[in-house]
């Protein structure tokens, strides 16, 4: 004799749309990169046969050797890490420091400093094209890192303060002051003590920082003409030609940019999703 309940049934019934809904999401996800993977595996004149073929029927990697030599990937990549990663390492940096501020300190106008780093980071990029340039020219940095590094950073710190901000409220004082009366100065505590307890949201604020510098087209385009300062992003334009576009060869090319963050996703993946969770339920 069944035993259920309206409210069970309702779950029950509800079951397969959630995992409908799930599955298309995840498929609509997906598909780009495979997509894409899929691309880079075939050669030209396969992909443009009729009816379009999903898998490679001979798959070749002919296309990631024309990916390196055809143009300087290698170069491309470092020039994109070290960007991505001095960017990352100054926006956690200050954005750590900030956060504490504004969850441990006693501020006026503290929720209003909230609002506003809200407000600013809603802001269009291609707005703040024109002035990030001049700026740049004016101080003389143009066609070097600091004027993408420098960028990057302030972009990237409306959304980690705000993460940071949620842990470090979540973690009891008493701590602090345990270490502050052992003879650790506030700063001391904040990166022996605070830091550490936060670490899901500081991997997750790094990842998210990392991920924005290393995708970054517009202004890395816009604040460097020197080919041997070139990021991953603008490099891969420089694949096609005047009349031609090699799509296998774009295609692997965008594979190996996709590769070093799917790493560090993977990699990190507990953490970036407890610092996720946790921020939401702490926030």
Request: one cysteine or more; aromatic letters at 10%.
């Amino acid at each position: 004799m069944s035993h259920d309940t309206p409210a069970n049934q309702s779950i029950l019934s509800g079951k397969p749309l959630r995992i409908l809904i799930g599955f298309i999401l995840v498929v609509n996800g997906m598909f780009p990169a495979l997509w894409i993977l899929f691309t880079s595996l075939k050669t030209e004149a396969e992909l443009t046969v009729k009816p379009i073929t999903w898998l490679p029927h001979a798959p070749t990697i002919a296309n990631y050797l024309r990916a390196f030599t055809d143009q300087p990937l290698l170069l491309f990549l470092f020039n994109s890490f070290m960007v991505a990663i001095l960017s990352t390492a100054l926006t956690l940096f200050i954005s750590v420091l900030a956060a504490y501020a504004l969850a441990r300190l006693q501020i006026r106008g503290r929720d209003l400093i909230l609002s506003a780093i809200i407000a600013v980071s809603t802001f269009p990029l291609v707005t703040l094209l024109v002035p990030l340039f001049e700026i740049m020219r004016a101080l003389g940095l143009l066609n070097t890192w600091v004027a993408l590094i420098l960028p990057y950073t302030v972009l990237s710190l409306p959304v980690c303060t705000l993460i940071l901000v949620s842990f470090f409220e979540g973690i009891p004082r008493d701590l602090e002051n345990s270490a502050m009366i052992d003879g650790c100065t506030r700063i001391g505590a904040l990166f022996k003590v605070v830091v550490p307890l936060s670490a899901p949201g500081v991997f997750t604020a790094g990842i998210l920082a990392f991920v924005n510098a290393w995708d970054e087209f517009l202004l890395a385009l816009s604040f460097n003409s020197n080919p041997m300062l070139r990021t991953l992003p603008v490099g891969i334009t420089l694949y096609q030609g005047e009349f031609a576009f090699p799509w296998p060869v774009i295609s692997a090319a965008l594979v190996v940019g996709i590769v070093p963050v799917a790493v560090l996703i993977v990699i990190f993946q507990e953490r970036v999703v407890s610092g996720l969770t946790s921020g939401g339920i702490k926030g």
